[in-house]
């Protein structure tokens, strides 16, 4: 019999856990049994309410303060999550910015705000991370977008910075084998139910195969797929998107 509670005994880190869809991952692997440690960087009331949702699910849970675009702010988050957890097995590089704006409009601030969290970060996080992953034979997921995949026109930033979190993830994945498995999950339109974009998910969720948007805990399964998939499957991008890219 398949056990409810394969991540037993198992600890994961998730970047960016308070809210949203790094809060939906961190629930879906405490429900699976493992023991988690969230980091946050400006929601510590989110935070905090993860953590009470996280331990009511029977597992060990911590929240760390971490700005995942510096370098000695990752280290530290990293060394307090091993010390609390006593080891890593899950790493989920999730937090990341999102932003639209018109092609010829993008600064280079704006420019490099974006590939400092959504592509330096999964770097910078793992590679902190490595020599605990190695130790315990552990996986790195990287939350990467359907929009690292097609070229959105006002996200010529978010696009090319999501392209680059997949290619660094076929990078690591050759680079850290044989111990350490690395996958991406790349959600496509995800309905996490904010009002002013209901007219936009309305038009997207009629252009979309299933006919509908996303959830977050469909992108939770997805991590929670990764979290628990033979060491095997290593490389891949597993597109969550209804079809919408097909
Ligand atoms: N939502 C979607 O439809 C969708 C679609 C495609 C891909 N994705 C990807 O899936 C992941 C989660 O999506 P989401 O919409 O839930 O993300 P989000 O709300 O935009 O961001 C997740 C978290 O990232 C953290 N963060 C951002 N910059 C940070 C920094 N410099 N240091 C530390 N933390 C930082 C924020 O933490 P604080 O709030 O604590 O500051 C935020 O709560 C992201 O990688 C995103 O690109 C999402």
Known sequence: MLSTQPLRGKTALITGGAKRLGRASALAL????ADIAITFRNSAREARETL???????????ALGCDVTEEKSVKEAVREAVKELGGLDILVNNAANYETVEFEEITVKQWDAIFASNARSPFLVSRAALKHLRQRKG?????????????WTTHAHYCSSKAAAHMLTRVMAKALAPEIAVNAVAPGMID????????????????TPMKRNGTGEEIAAAVRFFATAPHFITGQILVVDGGLSL
């Open 30 to 33: 405490a429900e699976a049994g």
């Open 192 to 207: 996490l139910g904010e009002k002013a974009a209901k007219p936009f998910f309305r038009r997207m969720a009629k252009q």
């Open 52 to 62: 009470v949702d996280i331990s009511a699910l029977g597992v060990r849970a911590v």
């Open 139 to 151: 996986k790195i997921i990287n939350m990467g977008s359907l929009g690292g995949i097609l070229p």
